[in-house]
């Protein structure tokens, strides 16, 4: 049972134009959302995370927008560069006393010069 | 250390031998995971260490695959008797391992990239 989804398994953007990357969840016990960002040869790195409290977390190029209704998230880069180019890992947790990330399949994101 | 570290970075082995993948978690974490990432896969658990209590092994996919945490730092992730299947790029997190949203943050290492022939 994949509990987080990411249904695009590649995506293509021209340089300087926004990447939308979505993540869908089925269970309404997770209270935090993470993105991670894969470059080959390399472990993840935590790029940005949304608390369930929250709709929108914003740092620099990247924003995460959270749907809890739809159970649905997505992160936005804008605008988007050369350097974006990697696989994009969402993750969620049911957090209290359990630390475990349940992952998704990741995307593969190319940005396009 | 710095970051966690993973070691070999790649191993090439014949069907059937045994090997022993190292995690070395970053100082002061208290939470350690193994995971596989197999080609064009997602991450897949493997096993979470987490202080001093039993280990999480749920996700291990067979009883080849066993690891150790000594110390409540180190950790060797053991596959006994490997097969073709089991080539995969197996990483290591670590984590503060306190509750609640950024203390969950993992931090991952290079990866060891096991190649069985």
């Known amino acids: 049972d994949q509990q987080v989804k990411q249904n695009s398994p590649s995506l293509s953007v021209q340089e300087g134009r926004i990447s939308i990357l979505n993540c869908d969840y089925t269970n309404s016990m997770f209270d935090y959302f993470l993105w991670y960002k894969k470059y080959p040869a390399e472990g993840p790195t935590f790029l940005i995370s949304i608390s369930s409290i929250k709709d929108k977390n914003e740092d620099g190029r990247f924003t995460v927008f959270l749907n809890k209704s739809a159970k649905h998230l997505s992160l936005h880069i804008v605008p988007s560069q050369p350097g974006d180019s990697a696989v994009y890992f969402c993750?969620?947790?049911?957090?209290?006393?359990?630390?475990?990330?349940?992952w998704g399949a990741g995307t593969k994101l190319i940005i396009k010069p | 250390g710095a970051g966690v570290s993973q070691s070999p970075s790649n191993k090439v082995t014949e069907k059937g031998k045994d090997v022993e993948l190292r995690c070395d978690p970053i100082?002061?974490?208290?939470?350690l995971y193994w995971y596989r990432q197999s080609l064009g896969q997602g991450l897949e658990f493997l096993i979470y260490?987490?202080?001093?209590?039993?280990?999480?092994k749920s996700g291990l996919p067979s009883d080849r695959f066993s690891a150790e945490r000594t110390g409540g730092s180190v950790s060797t992730l053991t596959i006994q008797r490997t097969q073709q299947e089991d080539s995969a790029v197996y990483l290591c997190a670590s984590s503060l391992g306190l509750a609640g949203g950024l203390k969950n943050i993992q931090y991952f290492g290079a990866g060891t990239r096991l190649s069985v022939l």
């Open positions: 260490f987490q202080g001093n209590s039993a280990p999480d």
């Open positions: 993750a969620a947790s049911r957090g209290g006393s359990n630390y475990q990330l349940i």
């Open positions: 100082s002061g974490h208290t939470a």
